[in-house]
C-alpha cells in the first residue's frame, strides 16, 4: 500500500524537464538500437504534437481578450504595448546580431552536407501594404480553422478592447472568457504532462529513420544554434530581467527552463506559448519598486511588460510601470 502511494508521488516531485531529458535520450537509444522499426512509436509524437496545436488558437484568443479587459484604461493598454512591441524589437536585435556572430566564429556548415535533391525557389516576399491588409480578417472563424495566428491576435484585440468600452454590460462575456482561459491552463497542464512519453516518440522515430551516422555530423550545426540561443537567454533576457525589471534573472530561468526543454525536444516553437503560461503560473518573483497593497486585476501574458514567460503580473498603481507579481 505505501509503495504503491510512493511511486506517483516520486514521478511528480521529478521537475518535467527532467522528464523529457530522459524522453529524449531513451528516444535516441530506441531509435539506434531498433532501427527504422522504432517508427512504431512515431505515433506517440504525433498525438502530443497534435494537442499542442490543439491548444495553441484557443488559449491565445482567451487569453489575449481577458488580458485587454483586465486593463480597465485604453491609455495603459497602449502604453503597455508600446513598451512590449520595444521589447520585441529589441530581443531581435540582439538574437540576429548573437546568430550572425556565432555563424561568424564557428562557421557550423563547414563539412556538414546540406545538399539538396533539387533546386529551391524562394518566395516572393509581400508587400508592407498586402501585410497590413492580411492583418484583419474577413472572417474570424476561417482564421481559427486556418491558425492564422495573427488575425486572431488582431480580432482578439478589438474584441477586448470593445468589451472595455461597453462597461457592465460587456461583465458576462468577460466572466465567460476568464473561465475559458482558466479550463485552456488546466487543459494545458494535462497536455504538458504527456511531453516526455511525445518526445521519446518524436526522437526514437528520428534517430531510427535516419541513424546516427547522418545524425553526428550535424552535431556541430546543432551546438552552434544552442549555444546561441543559451547566451541569448542568458544574456539578453536576464539582462533585461535584472536591469529593467530588478528581478532576480535565476528565478526566471527556473520558470522557463520547462519551455524551453520542450520546444528543444519536440523541435518545435508551438509549444513554447502553451508551456510558458503553464509554467509561468508555478513560479513568482517580486518586484521592489511596487506594493502588494496596489496591485489591481489580473492582466494575463497579452499585456506583461517584461518576457513572456511568467503569468501573473499584475498592474499597479504606482508611478513606476514596473509590476508586482503574486501568486
Partial sequence: MTTNNARPNLWRRIPLWQKIIAGLLLGILAGALMGKDASL????????????????????FSTLVVGITGMR??????????????LYLITTAFAI?????????????VGADASMSAPQQAGEA???????????PN?????????????IIIFAIGL?????LIGDKGEPVV????????????????????????????IANVSGQYGLDVLLPLAKVIGVVYLACVVHVLVVYSGLIALLGRLNPSRYLRGIVDALVVAFSSASSSSAPCRSRFAARRRTLASPKASPASCCRWVPPSTWTAPPSIRGWRHCSSPSWWVWICR
Avoid: H
Fill in 139 to 151: 472572417n474570424p472563424l476561417q482564421a481559427m480553422i486556418e491558425g492564422n495566428i495573427l488575425q
Fill in 73 to 86: 484604461d485604453p491609455q495603459k493598454m497602449g502604453r503597455v504595448g508600446a513598451r512590449t512591441i520595444a
Fill in 160 to 164: 477586448g478592447i470593445s468589451l472595455m
Fill in 41 to 60: 512509436f512515431k505515433p506517440l509524437g504525433d498525438i502530443f504534437i497534435n494537442g499542442i496545436k490543439m491548444l495553441i488558437v484557443p488559449l491565445v
Fill in 97 to 109: 546580431a548573437i546568430g550572425l556572430v556565432a555563424a561568424t566564429l564557428f562557421q557550423p556548415g
Fill in 175 to 202: 466572466r465567460v472568457f476568464e473561465s475559458f482561459a482558466e479550463a485552456m491552463y488546466k487543459l494545458t497542464a494535462i497536455v504538458m504532462a504527456f511531453a516526455p512519453i511525445g518526445v521519446f516518440g518524436l
Fill in 126 to 136: 509581400p508587400s508592407l501594404i498586402d501585410i497590413l491588409v492580411g492583418l484583419v
